[in-house]
């Protein structure tokens, strides 16, 4: 359905938050939690551009919202809008012709209803990702460090240090953009659950060779603990400091109550993130596509 006379794609308001939580789970279910409390909270991150976050009106009644993410020659559509898709993807093909971006990208849960419309619109399957979960079912043994390796919590005098590590670690992943100071404040450090005791840290000496930030809850879903990002240097790679601070994670949040974590990793990564998952006990519940079009 494209936009008639009777629609109006206006600036999302604090009080549609109810309203769009819903369209998330009528349009995802499970594969998309997403509480109001959530929503609300994008208010007050500066980060956001509030003309980037819109729903989809008609007759007074939200029906669909969608938001894009401009970074670098890519711009990035998230949209609930069961029913009344084009819109959205109206929209953010125009704004990306505007910002003058090579490609727009769509992420789903496989097998999503939106896959054929977009393939008829000429996107392209992409890059995929998992959701992996693991239940606690027994303490969690973090073994003991490396020699010369220490491992503490996240400090705030931390900050430079985890953000630099966080650009260095991901640098060749496929859609990874840097992390500006800002960003890092408003999306790691403010965000939801986030609790500098979960953010284990591994030191050489003066030097932060990796790190794994986890929180106590993820989406609003308090039942799931969330590995939110887990990198390691590329100097210090190939020593266990991957296992050794998956396990940290998973003995802070198992402390904290939590028998169910989870976390995301790209099918395709080259690090070897899936096997030490995988080998850890995390198995998939979930995979997400990425769809794209060049413009």
């Given at each position: ?153 996240y400090r705030p005098a931390d900050l430079t240090d985890v953000r630099t590590a966080i650009n260095e670690a991901f640098a060749h992943d496929w859609h990874h953009h840097d992390v500006s100071e800002s960003n890092f ?77 989870g976390l995301g990793v790209d099918t395709e990564n080259e690090f070897g993130a899936l096997r030490l998952y995988e080998r850890a006990g995390m198995r998939p519940v979930q995979r997400f596509d990425n769809w794209v079009?060049?413009?």
């Amino acid at each position: 359905m494209s936009l008639s006379r009777l629609d109006v794609l206006r600036p999302l308001r604090e009080d549609d938050a109810e309203a769009v939580a819903e369209l998330f789970a009528a349009a995802f279910g499970d594969a998309r939690a997403l509480d109001a409390e959530e929503i609300r909270t994008w208010f007050r991150n500066p980060e956001l551009d509030a003309g980037h976050l819109r729903v989809l009106e008609r007759d007074g009644r939200v029906i669909g919202y969608g938001d894009i993410w401009i970074q670098g020659q890519e711009l990035a559509l998230d949209a609930a809008a069961p029913g009344c898709w084009e819109p959205f993807l109206d929209w953010a093909e125009s704004a990306g012709r505007e910002a003058n971006v090579r490609d727009v990208r769509v992420g789903l849960p496989a097998g999503h209803e939106l896959e054929a419309l977009v393939r008829e619109r000429g996107y392209r399957l992409g890059r995929s990702s998992f959701t992996m979960e693991v239940e606690l079912t027994e303490p969690a043994d973090p073994h003991e460090p490396a020699a010369g390796i220490e491992l503490r919590s996240y400090r705030p005098a931390d900050l430079t240090d985890v953000r630099t590590a966080i650009n260095e670690a991901f640098a060749h992943d496929w859609h990874h953009h840097d992390v500006s100071e800002s960003n890092f404040r408003e999306f790691y450090v403010n965000a939801r659950g986030a609790d500098p005791m979960l953010w284990t840290l591994a030191w050489d000496g003066p030097e932060l060779a990796g790190f794994v930030l986890a929180y106590s809850e993820h989406a609003g879903d308090t039942t799931l603990g969330w590995i939110g990002t887990l990198g390691v240097r590329p100097a210090w790679r190939r020593r266990g400091l991957g296992r050794l601070l998956l396990l940290a994670a998973f003995a802070g949040l198992g402390e904290r109550g939590l028998r169910r974590v989870g976390l995301g990793v790209d099918t395709e990564n080259e690090f070897g993130a899936l096997r030490l998952y995988e080998r850890a006990g995390m198995r998939p519940v979930q995979r997400f596509d990425n769809w794209v079009v060049t413009l």
